[in-house]
């Protein structure tokens, strides 16, 4: 079945990274994408990775895939207060039925 | 576009009546979903459906929970009989196939 897992909770202190890491199953997802949310708010597309890409860089943001391991990271370069939100990852699952499946998110603590 | 629209924001309501939530999808999307946050459990999928019809409708709780599109338009979430558990964050999201999902702000039910 589908099941994507995200550790609950990584704090970190200001100016330093911040890794977000992901686990999926369906090694047939398409797309893996990175969302946020802040307080109060629904989720916001951060960034998305193609399955055939290994990298991709966006600003702060660097997003890591390994296929093999189905192991998907973000991470936040220069973590501003900003920055505290919690962070979901989601796959495609089923190809082309389009169902889209979110991690547990994670709670992105950013001290001061 | 104004984006996903849900509706009420807020929802207040005693253990037993019908609950109704509303959601206006993003003009030209074929894909709608309805998820549900808690602390506990994260970010669950309840139902998606593709061009308004229902794919997938496992993660709906119980027989209590009902989903209807009957437009590419409009889409509902219905709770018959509520019970205090059913207390959440409902949201809605739209996509077209593969492409990014957009969010509504949600609904917040406390059934009391």
């Known amino acids: 079945g589908e099941d994507v897992e995200q550790s609950l909770f990584l704090s970190v202190r200001e100016g330093d990274s911040s890794v977000i890491n992901c686990t999926y199953t369906d090694s047939s997802s398409t797309y893996l994408y990175w969302y946020k949310q802040e307080p109060g708010a629904g989720l916001q597309l951060l960034t998305y990775i193609f399955s055939n890409m290994d990298m991709k860089q966006d600003q702060r943001l660097t997003v890591l895939l390994n296929k093999k391991d189905k192991h998907l990271s973000l991470r936040i370069a220069d973590t501003q207060t900003g920055d505290s939100a919690i962070y979901f990852c989601?796959?495609?699952?089923?190809?082309?039925?389009?169902?889209?499946?979110f991690g547990t998110g994670t709670l992105l603590a950013v001290q001061p | 576009d104004a984006g996903v629209i849900q509706s009420p924001r807020h929802e207040v309501t005693e253990m037993g009546q019908e609950v109704t939530l509303r959601c206006k999808p993003i003009s030209g999307h074929n894909s709608l979903f309805w998820y549900r946050q808690t602390m506990m459990r994260g970010l669950e999928l309840l139902i998606y459906?593709?061009?308004?019809?229902?794919?997938?409708d496992s993660g709906m709780p119980e027989d209590r929970f009902s989903a209807k599109m009957p437009n590419a338009s409009f889409s509902t979430l219905k709770i018959q009989p509520s019970e205090p558990r059913d207390s959440a964050v409902y949201f809605c999201?739209?996509?077209?196939?593969?492409?990014?999902?957009?969010f509504g702000q949600g609904t917040r039910l406390t059934v009391v």
């Open positions: 989601a796959e495609t699952y089923g190809g082309a039925t389009n169902k889209l499946i």
């Open positions: 459906f593709n061009n308004n019809v229902p794919i997938d």
């Open positions: 999201a739209s996509r077209f196939t593969g492409g990014e999902a957009f």
